[in-house]
């Protein structure tokens, strides 16, 4: 690994030298060998770095425990579950977050293009949400739902009011998990039918019965989970069998090629052939559920063939079974073109699942479904103990009103088009950027060796291009069944100029690695 250091010259903030404007930092490259810095002696001239967009805010400054101190407590009392996840090799300690930026506890500022795993929908610490969270706390925490609290029942009828009819039936959870694990319970007594069906490579959480919908090995373990479920062929028209150049809702396309007329898509066709052919061979003649993400999440951003839904909603209710979208990721505006992920695909689901992005980080999730299927639930009795809590009903209602006032919806489909379309022209320019997807601020990039083949980008190269672009002050997710896919899914306040100053990061990483390889 080479360290090449350089120095950039911008801007101040409030009178203080900003450690990305004003860069006096050695940029990783990654080769086999020692650690070398190269100053101005060097041969060859070091790459100009991309200048990080000004930003008019102060950080406090931290003053806790070393990053030594910390890293040890994470190794040695935390579940050794909490370094498994930890992102880098050489890890990220965050101090403070202001709307779309990240500081760690060195002062270095970050783009931060993940969201805290797509949850922070309006920005960190953004200043009307935590204006409201402030005046609740002084008001009341926490009661449960065993008493009437004005917060729970204000929040039920704004959100109910952004969903289409009959979703007008509202039970709150602390998370996504939860919300699935209910929304299964609700439909199995509903329908008086036991089997679910989801899509290969999906998530829907980690609990026992979050599990058994997941479908990704590195999410499951060894152990009874949630039995009767099943997961048919995912129509992924990029690296499934079957796809083409018009197949997807998104302002770009797969460079596959197809042959189909308009509005006909042959791809489609197949993957529902899939599908009919689980109903003849592997679950009971009724089902109680169809359960998808509208676009998958971790699974890389994957976008479905035009009509899939649609055509599969109507399979599924001939089978006595509901239809669920799991909105966690794809909820409150982040598409850009509708408020749900749902719509986009002009289906109406029997029933809505949401966390993450609810509540712009504040643990919350909840099911919203008809008044029909709710009768079904309430014949026994059910209980969370934090559920509907009257702060998390205030921030949440708050992140609503935000995302309507500031246009936030709108800026995720203005700004997640530009930068689909400016990425669509980096797949060009490089062999190992397959496919680039997405709508609104929900945008995958998936690497493979090569176009030809579409096989995974290699773990270790995954690795190289990431740390690369968090070197440079962006920091992105990963996901994909093979952890090939880059995933870009920010706080929907993301500015132009951000988006600008990543696709020049990320151009220049692709080019590192290029080069390197």
């Known amino acids: 690994m080479h360290k090449v250091c350089s120095r950039l010259h911008g801007p101040a903030l409030l009178g203080k030298t900003d450690p990305w404007n004003s860069l006096d ?12 810095c190269q100053k101005s002696a060097m041969k060859h001239t070091p790459p100009v770095l991309p200048q990080i967009p000004p930003f008019d805010f102060k950080p406090e400054p931290y003053q806790g425990m070393s990053k030594d101190r910390l890293l040890d407590i994470r190794k040695h009392n935390c579940n050794p579950m909490t370094m498994k996840v930890t992102y880098y090799k050489k890890p990220v300690f965050i101090n403070q977050g202001y709307m779309q930026w990240l500081w760690d506890v060195d002062g270095r500022r970050y783009l931060d293009l993940f969201a805290g795993i797509v949850t922070v929908s309006v920005g960190h610490c953004n200043p009307k949400v935590t204006e409201t969270a402030e005046k609740q706390l002084r008001r009341l925490w926490h009661t449960t739902a065993i008493y009437v609290n004005p917060q729970m029942q204000e929040y039920a009828e704004k959100l109910a009011s952004l969903l289409p009819d009959p979703l007008k039936v509202v039970y709150f959870t602390n998370s996504g998990s939860e919300a699935n694990d209910l929304a299964v319970l609700m439909a199995r007594l509903h329908t008086g039918n036991f089997d679910v069906i989801t899509l290969r490579g999906s998530y829907h959480g980690g609990s026992p ?9 590195q999410y499951k373990y ?22 083409g150049s018009h197949c997807r809702d998104s302002p770009v396309q797969t460079i596959r090629e197809c042959s189909c007329s308009p509005g006909h898509c042959q791809a489609n066709d197949m993957y529902i052939r899939e599908l009919k052919e ?14 998808t993400e509208p676009i998958q999440g971790i699974g890389g951003a994957v976008q479905f063939s035009k009509n899939y839904l649609k055509d599969t909603y109507q399979l599924v209710r001939e089978k006595g079974g509901i239809c669920i979208a799991d909105e966690v990721q794809t909820g409150f505006g982040r598409t850009g073109s509708h408020f749900w992920g749902f719509q986009g695909h002009n289906v109406l689901p029997d029933m809505v699942t949401m966390a993450k992005g609810i509540a712009n980080g504040f643990p919350m999730g909840a099911v919203v479904t008809t008044a029909e299927i709710a009768r079904s639930f309430a014949k026994g009795v059910h209980f969370n103990t934090f559920g509907g809590n009257p702060l998390a009903c205030a921030v949440a209602s708050s992140v609503l009103d935000t995302i309507k006032e500031d246009k936030m919806q709108e800026n995720s489909a203005e700004v997640g088009t530009y930068l689909l379309t400016e990425l669509a022209k980096l797949r060009d320019k490089y062999e190992i950027i397959g496919d680039v997807r997405g709508k609104g601020l929900l945008i995958g990039v998936e690497m493979v060796k090569d176009k ?6 290699p773990s270790e190269a995954m690795a190289e291009i990431f740390e690369d672009t968090k070197d440079m002050g962006v920091l992105i997710g990963k996901g994909g069944l093979y952890g090939q896919t880059f995933r870009i899914k920010p706080p929907m306040c993301i500015t132009k100029d951000d988006a600008d100053f990543f696709l020049a990061v990320f151009n220049q990483a692709v080019h590192n ?5």
Not at 452 to 457: G, I, N, Y
Not at 513 to 517: I, N, S
Request: proline share 7%; with cysteine.
């Open 278 to 291: 689980m109903f003849a061979t592997t679950v009971p003649s009724r089902i109680a559920a169809f359960f």
């Open 222 to 243: 060894p152990v009874p989970s949630s039995m009767g479920c099943h997961n048919t062929m995912c129509p992924d028209v990029f690296r499934g069998l079957w796809g």
């Open 513 to 517: 690695y290029m080069e390197r390889r």
């Open 25 to 36: 930092a050695c940029v990783k490259f990654h080769k086999g060998g020692g650690v070398i």
């Open 452 to 457: 030809a083949s579409r096989d995974p980008l």
């Open 209 to 217: 019965q979050a599990m058994g919908l997941t479908s990704n090995t």
